[in-house]
């Protein structure tokens, strides 16, 4: 099993920046993903990181999010840009292992305008 505990969520304005963590625990994993749901939507993957550090984004998100690895802390960070209203959701961080997917209990991103 894998034990996942997200942080950095909040509320900022529109243009600000953000930066979640998601740090783990427990079995080894092979990609961490990163998720997000705005109320009554359903839940959309933002981006992955694999464990060589390998990433790929929603189009949504690119050129915007960066998703980062510290090994030393088993942390992997999303690191938020230029957000944008749409952007408000809970963000989620979900770990892929070959026994199935472990998620953490999400945090919430609010940006307004």
């Known amino acids: 099993q894998v034990q996942l505990v997200e942080s950095g969520g909040g509320s900022v304005q529109a243009g600000e920046s953000m930066r979640l963590s998601c740090a783990a625990s427990g079995s080894t994993f092979y990609a961490i993903g990163w998720y997000r749901q705005a109320p009554g939507k359903q839940r959309d993957l933002v981006g992955t990181?694999?464990?060589?550090?390998?990433?790929n984004y929603a189009d949504s998100v690119k050129g915007r999010f960066t998703m980062l690895r510290d090994f030393a802390k088993n942390t992997v960070y999303l690191q938020m840009n230029s957000l944008k209203v749409e952007d408000t959701a809970v963000y989620y961080c979900a770990a892929y292992t070959l026994g199935g997917n472990y998620w953490g209990q999400g945090t919430q991103v609010t940006v307004s305008s």
């Open positions: 990181i694999t464990s060589g550090g390998s990433t």
